[in-house]
């Protein structure tokens, strides 16, 4: 069961079958790649978490892909491996996994709960198939851009992750040992001990009440709660949405997230005193007793639905309860607790009350914001939309036959027309982009103009005039690769350039090509690069170049 529960989270807290599948296909593949690239293609797309984003994220890695409908054909008829989605009657919502193999009427698949390979037979996988099917090509997969880099990256996050842990262990164990060297009795260091554990376990289920409170459609909350069955008792979505759920306007869930929270970091802060403080915590555990009785009347007399979560909360309390029954019972503590200690410990929870009070709204609106922008993205990569917006943009009324530099198929049907600088810092970083999506999309082309007279003293000349010389002597092919390795420098050196690619370079030919495209910029009215035009329409200013991968690859 409570393995379910960790699997089940690791599943749907955070899509990770999702990131599973394509990492799994990854590696099928013999590929270099990075975790934190997937998660970010996979994170990015605005798709997510769709069965279209796994494939754009493919896609990045040179994978071909179609979906298909399975309709009567068996599974045989595909080659493994392949991606498809199943659901079984316990799950709220469907996930994906890989076959792996099919042999002897059995499939290997990538367990989407647990990660790990598991055979079925295959009437049995049929039952949980959703029917479709994405089929792969894995000989065409390429290594990840800029692996190494990416890779130094990822490791070093991943040591300052694991910092805060190590931090939480050690004051967890310097807790521990501070309460156990201490002089105040057997029965005093077993109820702080108690506390400490109780304040840490009702922190944690009160942050997933607030939690469920702000994202009511979370899957790993509903199957938590139980409310899969519509005809079950338990929701925490009922409960949690009373009359009763607050008081003075000020939610329960707050309630007992600054109580198990003050439990807990008194237990780190206050260790001038420890018995005066758990004499304090001793007797606050007899005045929240109460509420025990409020709840479960409530939940079980007047709205009859029960909230799992907050039967948790009330078995802490109760478990704080009879823990401190247990020390009060051997000691008489009334003459114990200072006056200072009770104000103390009032001011500090009422503190927390204040900040937890006020951070909630923030998160909520943070909630609502990345939904906001969740549901925009969609709109705003709709292919319709962005087709309206393009062609409600300038558009170009001088034609470019024979300018610049014309870089993929010369009959592509769609044109991308750049135009730049190249020195300019946000050319370089569009052109990996532009060049990727004509890799990627042998319909598109580009054509590259340059903005310039062709001026002796400019900088811009004498690249320009090498990229026009390259092409006019050697072709396409090889100005393509002259264009990437000169955006790939980081210190634009254009003598460390001209020993790589050698030309001799014409400057008065080239220089009337340079003045042919200056012109064209000044009719157009170019005034900033890179201007980015899709089939003679600027690209809208709500869209950046990165944006047009969802739109021009396949």
Known sequence: MITDLFGFFKKSGSNNEIYAVCEHILRKANILFTKTNVQNLLNNDPNFPSLLSVQETLKHYGIENAAVRRGSHSYEEFDTPFICSVQRPDWSSPNFTVVESINDALIEYLNPISGKLEKMNIQEFELIDKEIVLLLDLDSANDEQKFSENLRIEKLKKISRAVPYFLLIGLVLFTFISIWSSDIGVKSNIFSNLVFFTGAIGSFISALLIWHEIDTNNPFLKEVCGEGNPNSKMSCNVVLGSKGASVLSIRWSEIGMSYFLTQLLSTFLFNDDRLNYSFFWAFASLLASPYIIYSIYY????????????????????????????????????????????????????????????????????????????????????????????????????GTDGMGILIGDPNAPIEITKVCNPLCGPCSRAHPVLEEIIRLNPAVKMRVIFVGKGEEFSLITAPVSHFLAIQEKYGSEKVREALDNWYEMKDKDYNQFALKFPIEVNLKVQKDKMVTMDNWCNEMKIRATPTIFVNGYELPVEYKVADLKYFLTD
């Open 299 to 398: 939940q079980a007399k007047v709205i009859k639905q029960w909230c799992r979560l907050c039967l948790f909360i009330q078995g802490l309390l109760m478990l704080n309860l009879l823990n401190a029954i247990y020390l009060l019972s051997a000691m008489a503590p009334f003459s114990s607790i200072g006056t200072m200690v009770i104000i103390k410990m009032i001011l500090f929870g009422l503190t927390i009350l204040f900040l937890v009070h006020l951070i909630i709204p923030i998160f909520k609106s943070a909630f609502e914001s990345a939904e906001y922008r969740r549901g925009l993205q969609k709109i705003r990569y709709n292919s319709k939309v962005f087709d309206v917006l393009l062609k409600s943009s300038q558009r170009i009324t001088k």
